[in-house]
């Protein structure tokens, strides 16, 4: 059973940044696509960026120019570099995984933007 776990959540003072991580638990190769989504308490939750397995990156119009999806295939570890950070990016942030048969959620990691 692949699992993820995300870190690097924290408060962090507009302007600032942050780096997000989600290990898996296995290997990553098999993932076709690889995600991070955020999602505010009461709203649903919003796509934020897309890192597929050709090395094709996507993002949102909020955060685009200011945030970075990579991977590191040696490590099993996609990363968020989050930059010129604002309160509006206060969210949980969440990894997923999709490989051929199905979906794969990590439990989220808290980022609060606040002075």
């Known amino acids: 059973q692949v699992q993820l776990v995300e870190s690097g959540g924290g408060l962090v003072q507009p302007g600032g940044s942050l780096r997000l991580s989600c290990a898996a638990s296995g290997s990553i190769f098999s993932f076709t696509v690889m995600y991070w989504y955020r999602q505010v308490l009461g709203k649903e939750r919003e796509w934020v960026a897309t890192?597929?397995?050709?090395?094709?990156?996507v993002y949102a119009d909020s955060v685009k120019g200011r945030f970075t999806i990579s991977r590191d295939n040696a490590k099993n570890t996609m990363y968020l570099q989050m930059t010129l950070l604002k309160p509006e990016d206060t969210a949980i942030y969440y990894c997923?995984?999709?490989?051929?048969?199905?979906?794969?959620w990590g439990q989220g990691t808290q980022v609060t933007v606040s002075s």
């Open positions: 890192f597929t397995s050709g090395g094709t990156t």
């Open positions: 997923k995984a999709n490989d051929i048969s199905r979906a794969y």
